[in-house]
């Protein structure tokens, strides 16, 4: 999640962190529009802003069953 925002804040596109995160061989492999890595790409961003924005927290207050 965080190499994703950190190429989103810097300018890099979807398609961009995409070919760095999970290759180029496989985003060539299916139209861009409809890829699945492309709808996975953006939920990494939309998810790694919202943990950088204090979500984070939300993994410290997991209780442990004793």
Same mark, same amino acid.
């Given at each position: 999640?965080?190499?994703?925002?950190?190429?989103?804040?810097?300018?890099?596109?979807?398609?961009?962190?995409?070919?760095?995160?999970?290759?180029?061989?496989?985003? =060539?492999?299916?139209?861009?529009?409809?890829? =699945?890595?492309? $709808?996975?790409?953006?939920?990494?961003?939309? $998810?790694?802003? =919202?943990?950088? =924005?204090?979500?984070?927290?939300?993994?410290? #207050?997991? #209780?442990?069953?004793?």
């Amino acid at each position: 999640m965080l190499q994703a925002v950190d190429g989103s804040t810097n300018g890099a596109s979807y398609r961009e962190i995409a070919n760095i995160i999970f290759g180029a061989s496989r985003i =060539a492999a299916d139209p861009w529009k409809t890829s =699945a890595l492309r $709808d996975s790409t953006i939920d990494l961003v939309k $998810d790694g802003l =919202a943990m950088i =924005a204090g979500g984070y927290r939300k993994l410290l #207050r997991h #209780r442990r069953k004793s």
